[in-house]
């Protein structure tokens, strides 16, 4: 009797320890998976603006898995003002932002911001003079006379004086009128003649959308720089300290890009199940022509997202001409080539 206790006891210890040991080895397999989880290392992007074409290629890079195969955790957050993707990149409160040239030259020549680009994502201003169809205008000298509507930005009061002035023109007779951001209601309603900083990838598409046809002047046929419309930006901090996880993030998001340009209907889905429909709800006829329009803007024989010093300078020198800038800044701190 006393050996058969003793075997039911054995027995019954047996099972215990198996159990035991079957949750230690679910606890070691959930804690082998957190570890996994926490060794993808976290990097934070935000965006311009809203989701919309132009960042297709981030949220394909997202979806089809290339940021974690790279061992990375990407945050792609929406700026609450203009200003954020800079100003919290040079914080360090986020490790990228989207920007614009333009804007990154004033931060660091007039600001002494600590920021450089680490990436061209549109190598070319989609920034234009639009107007109607039926418009009497033909080039930037036919402004004189007129009133053009613009954002109450200074670079796009710089860009329409070299712009009238390389035509021949006399950029005092040019009435610019500050309209806010109702651009396209402003030309379609002829409260201005023609309006700049409507971009040919939105305001375009949109006003097209809604019946209206429009011409448009390209600042580089006028003495403009083919500036790069928006860049990648860090802090110089950051590139110090995360240099690999930033271009680690730049190869995964070159496989977007490529799958954007080989898939783009495909990439758009992608985006359109990603859109903030409650700010930023979006057309997808309007999308499918922006997406159109900006691949070949931002394709580059060099790699996707390379830079080129003469580019930098040449755009420097317009803006200083301009005014919009007091200084030079050093070429060598405000942008790397991240695609060599």
């Given at each position: 009797m006393k050996k058969f206790l003793l075997l039911i006891l054995c027995f019954m210890l047996g099972i215990l320890t198996a159990c035991s040991g079957g949750e230690s080895t679910s606890t070691e397999q959930a804690g082998e998976g957190k570890e996994e989880t926490e060794e993808l290392k976290n990097v934070s992007i935000m965006l311009d603006w809203y989701p919309n074409a132009v960042h297709s290629y981030l949220y394909v890079a997202q979806e089809k898995g290339y940021f974690k195969e790279e061992g990375l955790n990407v945050d792609i957050q929406f700026p609450a003002n203009p200003t954020d993707p800079i100003n919290l990149a040079a914080a360090g409160q986020?490790?990228?932002?989207?920007?614009?040239?333009?804007?990154?030259?004033?931060?660091?020549?007039?600001?002494?911001?600590?920021?450089?680009?680490?990436?061209?994502?549109?190598?070319?201003?989609?920034?234009?003079?639009?107007?109607?169809?039926?418009?009497?205008?033909?080039?930037?000298?036919?402004?004189?006379?007129?009133?053009?509507?613009?954002?109450?930005?200074?670079?796009?009061?710089?860009?329409?004086?070299?712009?009238?002035?390389?035509?021949?023109g006399n950029p005092d007779n040019v009435e610019m009128v500050d309209v806010g951001f109702e651009l396209g209601s402003s030309i379609v309603s002829e409260k201005v003649d023609a309006v700049i900083g409507a971009y040919i990838n939105h305001e375009v598409p949109v006003l097209k959308h809604e019946g209206y046809e429009t011409r448009n002047l390209n600042p580089t046929e006028y003495s403009i720089p083919s500036y790069n419309e928006l860049i990648a930006v860090t802090s110089d901090k950051t590139w110090e300290e995360e240099q690999d996880s930033i271009?680690?993030?730049?190869?995964?998001?070159?496989k977007g890009y490529e799958f954007t340009a080989e898939n783009?209907?495909?990439?758009?889905?992608?985006?359109?199940?990603?859109?903030?429909?409650?700010?930023?709800p979006l057309v997808e006829e309007v999308e499918v022509q922006s997406l159109d329009i900006l691949l070949p803007l931002m394709e580059s024989d060099e790699g996707f997202g390379s830079q080129s010093k003469e580019q930098w300078e040449d755009t420097i020198n317009w803006m200083k001409e301009a005014g919009l800038i007091e200084k030079d800044p050093a070429v060598e701190d405000i942008f790397v080539n991240i695609s060599e």
């Open positions: 986020i490790t990228l932002g989207i920007s614009y040239q333009p804007d990154v030259i004033i931060a660091r020549a007039n600001q002494d911001v600590k920021i450089k680009s680490v990436g061209a994502i549109v190598r070319s201003p989609l920034n234009r003079v639009v107007f109607l169809e039926d418009s009497e205008i033909q080039s930037p000298k036919d402004l004189e006379g007129k009133t053009v509507g613009y954002p109450g930005i200074p670079l796009n009061e710089s860009l329409i004086k070299s712009m009238v002035k390389a035509d021949g271009k680690a993030f730049w190869r995964a998001a070159t783009p209907e495909e990439a758009l889905n992608i985006l359109l199940s990603n859109q903030d429909e409650a700010n930023f």
